[in-house]
């Protein structure tokens, strides 16, 4: 690409990627790590929760109120949250979706909302450890985190196969629009992380 042409370049759309890995997976570390390189905004829904209710905004209040009845925000609420905060930041390189979507009706809601912003899933990566594996770095973990579910073997499994129940059908659906990719979980972070980069870079 000559020099003017280079310089004159503007990425089409922004660089938006759904970060999936089981508990354990090493997924809050590799998340931080395409952040500082990419420049990509960390977008969680637990803080985007927190965030509108201290607000006090219009959303923010209708989640708190359901959430005082022990009743789930509805995805429609979330959505319209992930719609501020992405307006909020027009001029981002990108998103890193994180905890969101895990069923194919929030993905469905996702895709629709970035399509209406003239955005869309650049794709999805998916770190891959074995149940063994991961029980075995859970209960490492617990002996530091002091979280009692880091303790319990039996609880453990549980996370991972709600994990691995819940989330088949979000890889399912991104794989059926040619957007999913597994990475190996196993090894050095920065090994898992240059893998991750391969990918995320021929996105």
Do not use: C, W
Request: proline share 3%.
């Amino acid at each position: 690409m000559h020099r003017e042409a280079f310089l004159n370049f503007q990425p089409k759309s922004m660089l938006n990627l759904v970060l999936f890995g089981p508990p354990g997976a090493g997924k809050g570390t590799q998340s931080q790590k395409l952040i500082e390189k990419y420049g990509l905004i960390h977008l969680s829904t637990g803080d985007l929760l927190r965030s509108e209710i201290a607000q006090g905004t219009e959303l923010g209040l209708e989640a708190k109120k359901l959430m005082d009845q022990g009743i789930l925000v509805p995805d429609a609420v979330v959505i319209g949250m992930i719609s501020h905060k992405l307006d909020a930041n027009r001029d981002a390189a990108g998103f890193i979706f994180d905890g969101f979507p895990r069923t194919v009706a929030q993905a469905e809601a996702l895709d629709q909302l970035l399509h209406s912003k003239g955005e869309n899933i650049s794709g999805m990566i998916a770190l891959e450890v074995g149940d063994e594996e991961l029980e075995h770095r859970l209960l490492l973990r617990g002996k530091n985190s002091g979280r009692a579910d880091d303790a319990n073997p039996e609880v453990i499994r549980k996370r991972i196969k709600e994990y691995n129940d819940k989330t088949t059908p979000v890889a399912d659906f991104y794989r059926s629009q040619n957007k999913f990719t597994s990475v190996n979980g196993i090894g050095s972070i920065e090994e898992i992380f240059d893998s991750i980069s391969a990918v995320t870079e021929a996105l």
